[in-house]
């Protein structure tokens, strides 16, 4: 089943109108990932206009993959990437601790599968998934952090705590070394799942891929190739010297031109705020330095250059002789990182969230700027999994899946009422009012025959009224009881479906499903996404 992303919350005009109404965003976007027919042209021009030596970039790739087991299909696609005609199907994700919200494995599923259905239609380019560690990145508090759904089937938010003093002073996270601290994380994340027949085998997983001593990177690059590794993705790290070296001139250029740079891309972005929304923050230099273990966001000076939040300065020649000399200490922004991707790689095309996809409308001028051919901007598969229990609370209450993408605290009453349509005030006044006429009638009537049977009459009425009393306080108890049984199943479909207000893809992490369903469950996942639909797809999971 699958759902119009405009019958869904939280997904911006500018996302919308990119996937289903072009021609309203084509001024900011210079190529509709639906034009197929463009497809050809565009791997022929990206072909015939790589930067860097294919050899070469085959070269680093397998130095990076030395000291580690890899399949023959992954060997297969990077020794591809060797070959002139290759072209890089491209994806990305901050290293969150375990993976991360579950669209880190839908966009690596999209990538992979899109790769098989373009060389099934262009015999004449091998084209090759590529997913980039994005490790410089240094917000450690958007990576230690990952959403369950526990054994009492609430969200849960499980926390890496790196047991430091400042958590908003990190380098890169890719090189943060895991502490002992992982150990009570991962203990927290088995108590907090339920006992099945795949615990153990989870646990290991995890524990084999994020233990002291290895880094956020190397464990988030262990995860991946053990689900995708036989699917022949090939894992990038951009902070290896040998690419920072290819990237001299992109870091280069940004220092020496930011200003007329900025001056490019303020003007899109006021463009862009007056018919939608401009999603990244424009910043004057698009790079950071590593200087003491930090990474600062690099800013002009009246001399030259100096370092966000640090007393640190630069002249121009300074900055220029430490880029030169010592590469790996720079890093991109978000809006310079595509840029250092489709420069190195020959990408046909980048596999993005909503999110990234509406960064993607200011970063388009940069393509012009460094003479990039930009790549094809192809939307992930967006997913909610529906358990076989939550799906026969579904059809138990009658309901559509749109409905419970509806606000939830709208939802839930007019749910209720509609099962439980009863007003217990109104029916037992009625029948006290019916009750009480009907007696004192009777008394009127016979009370000048026999006073006596008058007054038994009159207790009889107080008899009544009581017991009607009695039996409509059990009846409201009862009614309350189903009211809380409702209510909680209700909430219980909310939670797995729209987790805190959010998209599940947005929320949950992996490790539930692969608990309850074993690891396999990632395979089963890869058969069933749709990667060309372009819409939000509901897979009930019926086992």
Known sequence: MFINYSDLPNFTNLFLDYVYEFDKVKEFYLYNFRNQEEYARKFNEISNSKRISPLELNKIILNQYSNTSFSKRTMSNISSLGNENSLAIVTGQQLAIFGGPLYTFYKIITAIKFCTQLKDKFVDYDFVPIFWLEGDDHDFNEVRTINIFNNGNDNKKIEYLNAIDSPNEFGSVGN??????????????????????????????????????????????????????????????????????????????????????????????????????????????????????????????????????????????????????????????????????????????????????????????????????????????????????????????????????????????????????????????????????????????????????????????????QNLSTSKSKIDSTIIKKNEILNRQLNKIFNNILPESNLQEREINFTYFANKYGIDFISYLFNEISVTKSEHQIIVIQS
């Open 176 to 465: 943060l070394k895991l502490k002992q601290e992982i150990e009570a994380t991962i203990l927290e994340l088995k108590s907090s799942l339920r006992v099945t027949d795949f615990s153990n085998e989870l646990t290991n997983l995890i524990t084999n891929c994020y233990f002291p001593g290895n880094s956020f990177k190397a464990a988030f690059k262990s995860l991946l190739m053990k689900f995708f590794d036989e699917y022949g993705l090939v894992i990038i790290d951009p902070q290896d010297v040998a690419f920072k070296r290819l990237l001299i001139p992109v870091f280069e250029k940004e220092l020496k031109c930011f200003f007329e740079h900025t001056q490019i891309i303020l003007k899109r972005s006021a463009i862009l705020e007056e018919k939608y929304h401009a999603q990244v923050k424009i910043k004057p230099i698009n790079l950071f330095l590593t200087d003491d273990s930090k990474r600062y966001l690099i800013e002009p000076d009246e001399n030259g250059y100096r370092l966000k939040n640090k007393r640190k300065k630069f002249t121009q020649d300074e900055l220029l002789a430490l880029l030169h000399e010592s590469p790996e200490l720079f890093s991109p922004n978000v809006l310079l990182r595509p840029i250092c991707q489709d420069y190195i790689l020959p990408t046909a095309f980048y596999v993005g969230g909503p999110s990234e996809i509406s960064y993607f409308a200011q970063v388009i001028p940069y393509y012009s700027i460094y003479n990039i051919i930009q790549p094809f901007i192809y939307p992930r598969a967006s997913v909610t999994l529906v358990e076989k229990n939550i799906n026969s609370l579904i059809e138990k209450y009658d309901l559509n899946i749109l409905d419970v993408f509806r606000n939830r605290k709208d939802m839930i009453p007019d749910i209720i009422k509609k099962h439980i349509n009863v007003n217990t005030d109104i029916m037992f006044s009625q029948a006290q009012d019916e009750i009480k006429s009907a007696i004192e009638k009777l008394i009127a009537d016979i009370s000048n025959i026999d006073p006596s049977i008058a007054q038994i009459l009159d207790k009889l009425l107080e008899k009544q009224l």
